[in-house]
């Protein structure tokens, strides 16, 4: 049924010339400084962060040249130099915020999320959410195939949290059905990616509300009742299925191509020639394109597993 749509996608661009000019200046969301944590340098004004109840973190400002204070609204918090501060978090699992903030008022936001440990689960399940059991083995001896430590519990308000600036907890949340509370994994390097695939596309006229997350997060049982490969990065939480949405573009777009979202093959181009780029060596992962079928648009797999992977899905 989605091949139907490009003949109403045309009529649709016929009289979108208007809208062009209301497209509203894209904002990267990127702040005035950065902040190390965990063996990442983040430079958004606001970005996740995810912990073990009772895990140490160091969180510092790289090459600090001025005044800078933290605050945590909850945890313990330890400065421990002009730009460097240790956090110890909550022995509670759940949401909580850290502000670092210079002395001129420029600040970043780190929305943290204490996990619930994997050992709570029971069966397969925490608070009767279905995950399932991760592979015993992890798949060539490699670490990033560990079973998750923790998993990050998911109300319908956390849903709507923003977890970097154009993307919210809940667009990753695995489509499996049933109520709340949700549990997912979610790693920050796929956040990272993502917003710099936005960045990069913003360039060639693709506004960011048209970048949508078809699958994000899978459990393992969700991932074997879809029949998908038993290593499937989803379900550690750093790949997402990604398509461009049927929407006005700007008149660049349409020259180049990007009239509708059936040209998965020009969004996969965008990925590998952005993330070949020596800039982006820690998010190297996987590009994986896929067509369409009756149940779901033609997409692109983009995943930061550590290494290159290619491939074209059927």
Known sequence: MFRRFPIALSLLMCCASAAYAAVPTFDT???????????????YREFALFAMPGEKLSISVPHALAVYQAHADAGRLIASGAARWYW????????????????????LRLQ????????????GRLKGYRIGRYPSRPLNGLSIYDAPAGFVEVTPELAQLHVSPHFTLGEFLCKE?????????????????????????????????????????RTPWYNARLGNVPYSRHMW?????????VQPLSADAVKEGRDDYMNSQLLALDARRLFKQPAYAELQGGIGVYPATDNHPPFVHVDARGFKARWTGQ
């Open 88 to 107: 110890t978090a909550p022995a509670k699992p759940g949401h909580y915020s850290i502000e670092i903030r210079r002395g001129d008022g420029a600040s």
């Open 29 to 43: 969301g990127l702040s005035a400084f950065s902040v190390r944590v965990k063996g990442l340098d983040i430079g």
């Open 237 to 245: 939480g750093d790949a997402a299925d990604i398509y461009i949405s």
């Open 112 to 123: 943290t999320f204490v996990m619930v440990p994997a050992s709570a689960m029971r069966n």
């Open 177 to 217: 059905a049933g109520g709340y509370p949700k549990f997912l994994v979610l790693r920050r390097r796929l956040l990272l990616k993502l917003e710099a695939l936005t960045a990069y596309l913003d360039k060639h006229g693709v506004p960011p509300t048209a970048l949508h997350i078809m699958s994000g997060y």
